[in-house]
């Protein structure tokens, strides 16, 4: 059944009525760093890679203190740990990066091995008299296959130099790689990772209007899971995606084109296999870059890739012949940087799983645009919306060495992005407020000779921006919300066993001034961020820092949670005028 709820204009979450308990925050994930008050330096809410394994790591570097003032990719040699030969009860990629004292813009950071994307994120900005440094954790556990084999390396950062952007980029990574405890299960982790990068050492397509990334594999004939991990950065034009309009209002209200909804879209032979919603990050350059010293927005420094679950397609992708996934991203307009990761399991006692594609009603997109743009002959003023609501089903089966594995994929996506304008005529005044939601709500169903397993999300991020800017008073001002909001369920015939929910919040204003110089002199900038996360193993985490001038004013750590009603994903449905 298709997923409803994150369209009823009503707020009501609907509860299991089960009351799990769980440890009292006895297996607290590790804090990343005890921030200093009154630091210029980068930080953020967000925890380090928790619940680490008891057991060793063995360390293996993969490149060291490189120097990034260009643009030319920097390659390495990767060497499996010869003391951790796996299987591993954990992987994690750490990299420590810096940027020197003086003026640069925000750059975009991408560590691929075997041309898989491991890593991928921005930057901070410098100030003159401040150098910044950032620390980056990935949990890259499911593409132990990866790790296996020595192959080549690939990082970029693309940085210019010159005309008075001086400042070098620093970066040094390495992978740790913890051995299974002697009494312990290791996690289960992908048969094949199979990247969809530019080249066979990485890289990132430029993707525009109608043009795709795609990649034709020849696949193993047993498998029984496969998932997409997609990648999709806004870069030029397309930077500030969310404040673009109608192409016919683009002129008079100085705006980027092409409305302000876009998705990527994932095929599979040219069949429409899943979409994925874009993220609005705001990087450390935008809007005001007074705003994000010394704490960046909500996932600038390291993106969360979107899963695809393409699990109904497994029968098709097993069937022997060579199958090309693509991946888009609609309304592009100028452009997206994207990649993605096929991610497969296999069935390991059979050579060749049969099956079907049951159904699939996943079609295009059908955004409805309403606009009330008005002039009195010296400005342009009024609101304009985009809005995206649809929900589909995709279902298939495999019939494996251990009996049928029936997947069925239900999604309800909403998206709304409303603006208010007031442009003058010459472009002195330009006044707008964003107000955009995305919410998805899925379901995955797998029915097996194990029973019924339900997997329940909801994902919801939340952006409010207000810019206010007068050319002729020298004066801006502006104010951002932005957030993430995930929850899971997992149920096995119809018991719930496992939960978790994440939630961050962050709000930044800053108001410039131009001076008689013509620099622009932030008041007072003020910023803050809160992360929390709990789950059903009873690891949590909840920090909030702030900052206020460019220096950090506080932070707190807590982690209250005992007890949880469990709420079911699917069911919560969210108001939004």
């Known amino acids: ?109 991408e560590i691929w091995i075997g041309g898989t994307n491991l890593y991928f994120g921005t930057t901070s900005e410098p100030s003159k008299e401040v150098a910044r440094s950032w620390h980056t954790e990935n949990d890259v556990t499911e593409y132990s296959p990866l790790f296996s084999i020595a192959q080549g ?40 990772v199979l990247p969809m990068a530019e080249d066979s050492t990485g890289g990132t397509a430029t993707l525009s209007g109608s043009e795709q990334l795609a990649k034709t594999f020849s696949l193993p004939t047993n498998i029984e899971r496969a998932y997409l991990d997609v990648y999709a950065q806004s870069q030029n034009d397309d930077e500030w995606w969310y404040e673009c309009v109608p192409n016919v209002l683009a002129l008079e209200l100085d ?49 969360e890739p979107y899963r695809i679950d393409l699990t109904p397609f ?18 592009a307009f100028n452009y997206f940087s994207a990649t993605a990761t096929l991610v497969l399991y296999l069935d390991h006692g059979s050579r060749q799983v049969t099956g079907a594609l049951l159904k699939d009603t996943l079609g295009r997109p059908e955004p409805q645009v309403y606009d009330n743009i008005q002039t009195n002959g010296t400005a342009y003023y009024g609101p304009v919306s985009v809005t995206s609501n649809r929900d589909f089903l995709v279902s298939g089966y495999v019939i494996t060495s251990h009996g049928k594995v029936q997947t069925e994929v239900a999604q309800d996506m909403s998206f709304t ?45 939340p952006l409010t921006v207000k810019s206010a800017f007068d050319f002729n008073a020298g004066e801006q001002v502006t104010a951002i919300t932005q957030g993430v909001s995930e929850n899971y369920v997992t149920t096995l015939n119809g018991r719930p066993i496992y939960f978790s929910t994440m939630e961050v919040d962050e709000t930044a204003s800053d108001t410039l001034l131009q001076n008689s110089k013509g620099d622009w002199i932030p008041q007072n900038p003020v910023t803050s961020e809160r992360f929390t996360y709990i789950d059903s193993t009873g690891a949590c985490w909840d920090r909030t820092v702030t900052a206020k001038a460019g220096a950090l004013t506080g932070y707190k750590d807590g982690c209250p949670y005992q007890k949880l009603v469990l709420a079911e994903p699917s069911a919560l449905s969210t108001e939004y005028r």
């Not at 994000?292 to 420094?301: A, E, K, N, S, Y």
């Not at 098709?316 to 996934?325: D, P, R, W, Y």
């Open 1 to 109: 059944m298709p997923l409803t709820g994150l369209r009823s204009a009503a707020c009501a979450i609907a509860f299991i009525s089960i009351l799990i308990s769980i440890p009292a925050c006895a297996q607290k994930w590790v804090a990343p760093s005890y921030p200093q008050i009154g630091s210029e330096n980068t930080v953020t809410a967000d925890p380090a890679i928790g619940q680490r394994p008891n057991t060793r790591p063995c360390t293996v570097p993969i490149f060291a203190d490189l120097d990034f003032a260009n643009y030319q990719p920097k390659y390495f040699s990767y060497t499996p740990p010869s003391d951790c030969p796996g299987p591993w009860a954990k992987v994690v990629l750490n990299a420590d990066w810096s940027v020197e004292a003086g003026s640069q813009f925000d750059r975009t950071a």
């Open 255 to 303: 705006a980027c084109g092409e409305t302000a909804f876009r998705e990527s879209e994932v095929s599979i032979d040219g069949q429409p296999a899943g979409i994925a919603p874009v993220y609005p990050w705001i990087y450390t350059g935008g809007l005001d870059v007074y705003l994000w010293r010394p704490i960046p927005g909500v996932q600038t420094l390291n993106f």
């Open 417 to 461: 992005n409303a603006q208010t304008f007031y442009v003058t005529t010459d472009y002195s005044v330009e006044d707008q407020t964003v107000k955009q939601f995305t919410g998805m709500a899925s379901r995955t169903t797998t029915t097996s000779a194990a029973g019924i397993q339900v997997d329940s999300q909801l994902r919801m991020w």
């Open 314 to 331: 497994a029968a098709i992708l097993s069937n022997g012949s060579q199958h090309t996934v693509a991946l888009s991203v609609y309304n």
């Open 153 to 192: 390396g690939r990082v970029d950062l693309g940085n210019g130099v010159g005309r008075g952007y001086e400042s070098h980029l620093h970066g040094t990574a390495y992978l740790q790689f913890y051995p299974a405890a002697s009494h312990q299960q290791p996690p289960a982790v992908a048969d094949m």
